[in-house]
């Protein structure tokens, strides 16, 4: 995403005297009154206080947008998510902001040129203590060093070299790290922290912002120079996911067996995808079978092919899926459904590298990079004696497992954003939009159904929607039940409340999968009086 996009619609809702913005809750300030705050600021502590004072509050005021910008969108640099900020100045009508010049420059050297046309603060000024001898943008100085400082996770310091509260046509100003600041450094410093603790705190998570700013700007690189291609898929910020992407990427480049687990809905096929386009086999093609939809003589048929008249309905001979795919790549989806026999033949087919079609008694070699995928507990499996011991070694040579949703929660947002765009498409819709409120409803589920559900919220929400905007409504009923925590609506005749919270907590029960912490995590209750409540009404989970 780009500054330039950036939409109000998009970042702001109001409903019944709360107003947000990007989620966080907003006043609107009459600038006649701020102008009094000022003064009697002024006047109580004098004008160093006050200039320290605004500076910290425009400073924390900025930090916040920054970081609101980056939890909500998902920008194509680190520059557009910095060029959000004017934009978004001038959004809140604070003043119209131009950014004349920006460097930023290696090893933490930044410059950064920027004009307010019609400060509100200058004007504030002007209206209730006339002209200044000194620049009076004391709240925008601090919000352009709070959210240029939290973008560039080092301490960015703005001054004002003009300002119309004392005269000037407009306001500019300049921000440069610390650094190129020099003397002046120590001042602007004093002016925006809190103390040695929170520049401590501060100092911490910098370090830590720098690092995930560093590792985000390689996977771009990595994405743009091709040598990682991610094919339909968006930049996922959890630490689990990316432990994903690093094995896979690692595994890419060689011909090793791979076995993907992870409940359904994770997006195996997803991983198996980006394995095959990394891969030496990426130009050739990528076939995906599910073993668990078709029966045996069905599956047989679709991947090994089979001769005419072989069995009922093969009426003409037929090359199958792994002949098909001949030199590339071949993913068996809920590979743990196949059955013994099958798994017999794909053994040998795995040893031997040759095929024969169902019918047939030739056989023919194949070249197939075989992925496997499942969200059965394949070890269990061997175990209980439901699946071949030396198939399994054979095709966990390397395993990736996909964590579920719920355990990477930052993901869901930029999921849901990336998700939202394809549904866009995909409905041929002019627009299509997240409400705030409604991100919050999302990132408060826990999707046991993982990517899939999310994509089926989104579109149902997108049919739902008439205006092309996401609300809470438009969410699937089942979803927005299980979040808001209440019970069914009383319709017609009155309930007892017994049977309100039998039928929730059926319900909750059911959408955790009958898992019985997870739901009581959910209820907002403990796992021994569920275990309780469930014993007295019988329900089994
Ligand atoms: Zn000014």
């Known amino acids: 995403m780009r500054a330039e996009d950036l939409k109000l619609d998009d970042i702001i809702s109001f409903s019944d005297g709360h107003l947000s913005l990007h989620g966080r809750r907003l006043i609107i300030h009459d600038i ?5 705050l000022r003064n009697d600021l002024v006047q109580t502590v004098g004008t160093g206080n006050t200039r320290r004072i605004l500076t910290r509050f425009g400073y924390f005021w900025g930090e916040a947008d920054a970081a609101g910008m980056d939890r909500i969108m998902e920008w194509d ?4 998510w910095l060029r959000a900020g004017p934009h978004l100045h001038r959004l809140q009508g604070l003043s119209r902001t131009d950014i004349t010049d920006l460097e930023i420059g290696n090893s933490g050297k930044f410059r950064m040129e920027i004009e307010w046309h019609n400060s509100a603060e200058a004007e ?16 925008l100085i601090g919000y352009a060093s709070g959210y240029a400082s939290y973008c560039m996770g080092e301490p960015i310091y703005f001054k004002e070299l003009k300002c119309r509260g004392r005269g000037d046509e407009l306001c500019r100003a300049l921000g440069m790290d610390h650094d190129s600041w020099g003397e002046e450094a120590k001042s602007f410093a004093d002016d925006m922290q809190i103390g040695e ?4 705190i501060k100092e911490l998570t910098a370090e830590l912002r720098k690092k995930n700013a560093e590792l985000a700007r390689q996977r771009r690189r990595m994405r743009k120079s091709g040598s990682f291609y991610m094919p339909d898929s968006p930049h996922l910020p959890s630490k689990a996911y990316g432990l994903v992407l690093d094995s896979a990427s690692r595994v ?9 687990t ?6 195996k096929e997803v991983i198996a995808r980006f394995i095959h386009r990394n891969s030496p086999r ?3 093609d990528f076939g995906t079978i599910n073993c668990g939809a078709l029966p045996e003589e069905l599956l047989s048929s679709e991947l090994f092919g089979h001769k005419a008249g072989s069995f009922t309905g093969a009426i003409s001979d037929r090359t199958g899926l792994l002949e098909q795919t001949n030199g590339g790549t071949i993913l068996l989806d809920e590979i743990g459904d196949i059955s013994p026999a099958l798994q017999l033949t794909l053994l040998r087919v795995l040893q031997e590298k040759q095929i024969r079609r169902v019918g047939e008694n030739i056989n023919r070699d194949v070249d197939v990079r075989i992925i496997a995928a499942t969200n059965r507990d394949l070890e269990r499996d061997v175990r209980d004696g439901r699946f071949r011991q030396d198939l399994f070694y054979r095709l966990r040579v390397v395993e990736i497992n996909i964590p579920p949703l719920r355990k990477r929660p930052e993901d869901i947002i930029p999921l849901a954003r990336f998700l939202t765009e394809r549904i866009k498409k995909r409905l041929d819709l002019e627009t299509l939009s997240l409400d705030p409120e409604c991100i919050r409803y999302l990132e408060s589920y826990f999707w046991p159904g993982n990517v899939r559900e999310l994509e089926n919220a989104i579109e149902r929400a997108a049919v739902m929607s008439e205006d092309g905007r996401i609300r809470v409504e438009h969410l699937p009923p089942s979803i927005l039940r299980v979040i808001r925590q209440a019970g069914p609506p009383v319709t017609g005749e009155m309930r007892r409340l017994e049977d309100i919270e039998r039928r929730h907590i059926r319900r909750v ?5 009958g898992n019985r912490s997870r739901a009581a995590r959910v209820l907002g209750i403990g796992t021994t009086t569920l275990w309780r409540k469930l014993k007295k009404w019988d329900i089994s989970g």
């Open 32 to 36: 006649q009154a701020m102008a009094q």
């Open 77 to 80: 640099s680190t520059e557009e």
């Open 124 to 139: 504030e000024q002007l209206i209730e203590l006339g002209p200044s001898p000194v620049a009076s943008c004391w709240i």
């Open 197 to 200: 603790i929170r520049g401590k």
């Open 252 to 260: 890419a480049g060689f011909d090793s067996l791979v076995l993907i």
């Open 262 to 267: 992870g409940e359904s809905g994770v997006g």
């Open 282 to 284: 990426r130009n050739k």
């Open 509 to 513: 029960l059911e959408s955790c999968g």
